[in-house]
């Protein structure tokens, strides 16, 4: 079961602490796979990897446009998030997730999975995405040939009109995580109505002949975009299907302590001698057998 909780516009730095606190939590056997969604005012964030010189905004012009910057533990370089953006941070136990052979899920088969979930949501608005080989993300204006390896094949009722011309790929989704002793933290940025001026701060990750895009201007009709509360609750069910489990709608932050706080004692502890670190940023093009599974398609091309 993946538990699902929407919380609004959240500063990041709290939204750091939070993740702290819930992989806590998912670590001792508290509480189950939760799938956070909100937004973020606007902050650079930089990654493990990341280059100081891919900030291309002086302190003083961050400062003035109220852009916070944070220096974190993931995956990737330098991202944004801003309004607009649908940020998901899955605090999933990797341990009780199987691939389609039934082993334990990997980092890897997990962002893999991530990825499937946002071209599926961009499928539900007749959005063609894929991946790219060697570039962790989502990413919308493939050549025809590898955009029908989006999901939208599924609904043959979608018609895809109204887009930017085709032939540059344009960065829909960013993804970088972090996973501790089996936990994952961090996740997703997809871009639903964000500020694509806010990009020209950065070259976000650090790629610099790509740019980036959002869900507004690749749709047909924009005004049909659902408010970002109903974004989360489809991108919610995404990864339900994708994961292959429920989705339970948490109503608050303090149902979810509260559950955890009337856990039983006994539990299952995760051994701290267990601890590891996996970062997944930028990882080579793999196609997991569970979305193999989840596709039915086997030896066909893949972009990643």
Known sequence: MIQSLYLGRVDYGEALRLQEELVRLRTGGRIGNVLLLLEHPPVLTLGRNANRANVLASDA???ARGVTL??????GDVTYHGP???VGYPIFDLRSLRNA????LGPVEFVRLLEEALIRLCGEFGVAAGRISGLTG?????PPATAGESPTRTQPQLVFKGLPPAGRERKIAAIGIHVARGVTSHGFAFNVITNLDDFRLINPCGITDRPVTNLNREV???DALPAMATMAERAARQFGRVFGEP???LESLEALRASAANAPDDQPKCSSSAAAVFPAEDTPLQRPPAIERLRGATNRPTRA
């Open 61 to 63: 012009l961050l400062a």
């Open 70 to 75: 944070h220096e974190i533990n993931r995956g």
């Open 84 to 86: 607009g953006q649908l």
């Open 101 to 104: 052979s039934g082993a334990r």
């Open 138 to 142: 989502v990413w919308c204006g493939l």
């Open 220 to 222: 047909a009709n924009p």
């Open 247 to 249: 989705v339970v709608r």
